[in-house]
């Protein structure tokens, strides 16, 4: 089966270890980190989303018009526009990048930053949103003829839009989520379903959790797996392990200064995900062939924060590990990230792909 990488498309050089030296949207800054993963191997970068960041929209379509191979995916959430709305700009932006565009549906698993746009659901209330927002999106994506729709969350009428995407019958979906609210809704309606890296019994646990909210929502295939880890590798492991003391010290160094401190959640975080990273933070710092969980208890389970250590063979043969359980879609950024990139996309990438593909040689 075909494998995938995504990276990262930062607006400016600032990470949990580096604070940025100029604008939230550096366009040169944000252009070369663009270029260098489509120069070395990546199929895809993600323009996340956040109350206070640049609009991953516009970011991503001055992207497309300077890239000419390199996917992006969009992060969404639909408490910000109108379902309407957002399948027009969506739209668009397929067809400036000429089909290069998935969308990543964030239903939000902290109260309070959602209220900071103004979303003052409860969180079961957001992803019944989303999951309403998504079906929307789809139909107004696919339909040619005017449609209605008068459901919990939104009502219009007579509603047809005249931009298309490029991709049929429309750009990919993805969603994550770590409840079981999460697990409905992505596994009704997404075609990615994305997953924070965990030890290998509990990603298998968490994949079969999607493929049975797939089948109870009538579905006959399952949603792509994908899973995210941040990368820490040098040439031999004491080299690697070292980097990662140092990289947890910079961390540290830079959540004293509070640097952190605006986009962290308030108290113990209210989302399944944080809070099974957590727990696996506490059960050990090491686990299966190479993944590291300082980082995660430090950012206190902030997103994407278990790392993955070692020589460039270890790490790829942990992530190989991921894909023998059925991942398809393998996400990772580094600490420094414009240099890691290029680091993991020379010495990394190339190696997960020929075992994926010695092992699709041999699959009956």
Same mark, same amino acid.
């Given at each position: 089966?075909?494998?995938?990488?995504?990276?990262?498309?930062?607006?400016?050089?600032?990470?949990?270890?580096?604070?940025?030296?100029?604008?939230?949207?550096?366009?040169?800054?944000?252009?070369?980190?663009?270029?260098?993963?489509?120069?070395?191997?990546?199929?895809?970068?993600?323009?996340?989303?956040?109350?206070?960041?640049?609009?991953?929209?516009?970011?991503?379509?001055?992207?497309?018009?300077?890239?000419?191979?390199?996917?992006? !995916?969009?992060?969404?959430?639909?408490?910000?526009?109108?379902?309407?709305?957002?399948?027009?700009?969506? +739209? /668009?932006?397929?067809?400036?990048?000429?089909?290069?565009?998935?969308?990543?549906?964030? /239903?939000?698993?902290?109260?309070?930053?959602?209220?900071?746009?103004?979303?003052?659901? /409860?969180?079961?209330?957001?992803? +019944?949103?989303?999951?309403?927002?998504?079906?929307?999106?789809?139909?107004?994506?696919?339909?040619?003829? $005017?449609?209605?729709?008068?459901?919990?969350?939104?009502?219009?009428?007579?509603?047809?839009?005249?931009?298309?995407?490029?991709?049929?019958?429309?750009?990919?979906?993805?969603?994550?989520?770590?409840?079981?609210?999460?697990?409905?809704?992505?596994?009704?309606?997404?075609?990615?379903?994305?997953?924070?890296?965990?030890? !290998?019994?509990?990603?298998?646990?968490?994949?079969? =959790?999607?493929?049975?909210?797939?089948?109870?929502?009538?579905? /006959?295939?399952?949603?792509?797996?994908?899973?995210?880890?941040? $990368?820490?590798?040098? $040439?031999?492991?004491?080299?690697?392990?070292?980097?990662?003391?140092?990289?947890?010290?910079?961390?540290? +160094?830079?959540?004293?200064?509070?640097?952190?401190?605006?986009?962290?959640?308030?108290?113990?975080?209210?989302?399944?995900?944080?809070?099974?990273?957590?727990?696996?933070?506490? =059960?050990?710092?090491?686990?299966?062939?190479?993944?590291?969980?300082?980082?995660?208890?430090?950012?206190?389970?902030?997103?994407?924060?278990?790392?993955?250590?070692?020589? $460039?063979?270890?790490?790829?043969?942990?992530? !190989?590990?991921?894909?023998?359980?059925?991942?398809?879609?393998?996400?990772?950024?580094?600490?420094? !990230?414009?240099?890691?990139?290029?680091?993991?996309?020379?010495?990394?990438?190339?190696?997960?792909?020929?075992?994926?593909?010695?092992?699709?040689?041999?699959?009956?």
């Amino acid at each position: 089966m075909p494998v995938e990488f995504l990276g990262i498309a930062a607006t400016n050089e600032g990470s949990e270890v580096t604070a940025r030296s100029g604008a939230s949207f550096d366009k040169d800054y944000t252009l070369r980190l663009a270029r260098a993963h489509e120069d070395h191997g990546w199929d895809r970068v993600l323009f996340a989303y956040g109350s206070d960041s640049p609009d991953p929209s516009p970011a991503a379509a001055y992207i497309a018009a300077r890239t000419d191979r390199l996917q992006i !995916l969009v992060a969404h959430r639909p408490n910000v526009s109108y379902p309407t709305f957002a399948a027009k700009t969506f +739209a /668009t932006l397929d067809r400036i990048s000429d089909g290069r565009l998935a969308v990543h549906f964030i /239903t939000g698993g902290n109260d309070h930053e959602q209220q900071r746009e103004g979303d003052f659901l /409860t969180k079961d209330e957001r992803y +019944a949103r989303t999951r309403e927002a998504i079906q929307i999106i789809k139909r107004a994506w696919t339909s040619h003829e $005017p449609f209605d729709h008068e459901g919990t969350h939104y009502r219009f009428n007579d509603f047809v839009s005249d931009i298309f995407p490029v991709q049929q019958p429309h750009p990919r979906v993805s969603f994550g989520g770590s409840s079981p609210a999460a697990y409905a809704a992505g596994g009704a309606e997404a075609d990615i379903y994305c997953l924070w890296g965990e030890p !290998l019994a509990q990603t298998a646990e968490q994949i079969e =959790s999607v493929k049975a909210a797939a089948k109870a929502a009538g579905r /006959t295939d399952v949603p792509t797996i994908q899973v995210a880890f941040r $990368p820490i590798i040098a $040439p031999t492991e004491e080299l690697a392990w070292e980097k990662a003391y140092a990289t947890l010290e910079r961390v540290k +160094a830079r959540k004293a200064g509070a640097a952190l401190s605006r986009r962290r959640p308030l108290g113990e975080p209210q989302n399944a995900g944080s809070q099974r990273l957590l727990a696996v933070a506490a =059960s050990g710092d090491r686990h299966d062939r190479a993944l590291w969980t300082p980082t995660a208890a430090e950012t206190g389970g902030a997103g994407n924060s278990t790392a993955l250590v070692g020589t $460039p063979e270890t790490v790829a043969q942990a992530l !190989l590990d991921y894909y023998d359980l059925g991942v398809e879609i393998l996400s990772a950024r580094g600490y420094d !990230l414009l240099d890691d990139a290029i680091d993991f996309g020379r010495h990394v990438i190339p190696i997960v792909r020929e075992e994926v593909a010695k092992r699709d040689a041999t699959r009956p």
